[in-house]
């Protein structure tokens, strides 16, 4: 099957400083991508849609400028937590379907945990 | 609103035990249903549900949707510990979020041995 490839796995950071999360389509095409967070027991929260080629797409309550997000080719999408403070703190995962079969599947990321100290 | 509900939240069962987990859903649009198991990390597809009636298998595991009472199930037969998982209901509809679907809070499924 598809496979969606996330890294790095595990962050720790200071607080103030800027980690960058990587999601990668490794046998498919994807004209978008979308990024989650989610807590503890808690389900996945969409947080935004990345495409290829264009601004990024952000759900309500989201900040743009804290999470900048940058879908350069159609297989690589970046999240980047700017200035991380402790509440940003979470499970953050990412998802892509197959734009070549246009089927309704998601395929995700292993996940990023990041802990900001 | 739309929404997506599962139940119960939570469930702790002895190996070789049957489980059912529900997920019911109030949306308008109707595409379709999926079921995902989230261990650690990233969740994994499970089942597509689009057609009410039609049981979808794979090994011990089997799902069904009820497009009149809004609803399906999730059986897991002869439980194991591996099973021990969150299982995550998701529903895709018209008007549903960018990425095409809601999730429900998912059910904490563990087996003990």
């Known amino acids: 099957g598809a496979v969606v490839s996330q890294h790095p796995s595990r962050v720790i950071c200071k607080s103030g400083t800027s980690v960058k999360i990587e999601c990668r389509s490794l046998?498919?095409?994807?004209?978008?991508m979308f990024w989650y967070r989610q807590f503890p027991k808690k389900s996945l929260m969409l947080m935004a849609t990345?495409?290829?080629?264009?601004?990024?797409?952000?759900e309500q309550g989201v900040e743009k400028d804290k999470f900048l997000i940058n879908h350069a080719s159609l297989t690589l999408s970046t999240l980047t937590v700017t200035s991380a403070h402790p509440e940003d703190s979470s499970f953050y995962i990412c998802?892509?379907?197959?734009?070549?079969?246009?089927?309704?599947?998601?395929?995700f990321g292993s996940g990023t945990q990041l802990s900001v100290l | 609103e739309d929404k997506v509900v599962q139940s119960p939240l939570s469930l702790v069962v002895h190996e070789g035990d049957t489980v059912t987990l529900n997920c019911s859903y109030e949306v308008t649009n109707f595409r379709s249903l999926l079921w995902y198991k989230q261990e650690k990390k990233a969740p994994t597809f499970l089942f597509m549900l689009?057609?009410?009636?039609i049981e979808k298998k794979s090994g011990r595991l089997s799902s069904i949707l009820d497009k009149k009472e809004l609803s399906s199930i999730l059986n897991i037969t002869a439980t194991q510990t591996g099973d021990s998982a969150i299982y995550l209901c998701a529903v895709a509809f018209s008007g549903g979020g960018a990425d095409g679907l809601t999730f429900g809070k998912g059910t904490h499924l563990i087996i003990q041995p």
């Open positions: 990345s495409n290829e080629g264009s601004k990024a797409t952000y």
């Open positions: 046998d498919f095409q994807a004209t978008t």
């Open positions: 689009t057609s009410s009636g």
């Open positions: 998802s892509a379907r197959d734009t070549g079969t246009g089927s309704k599947k998601l395929f």
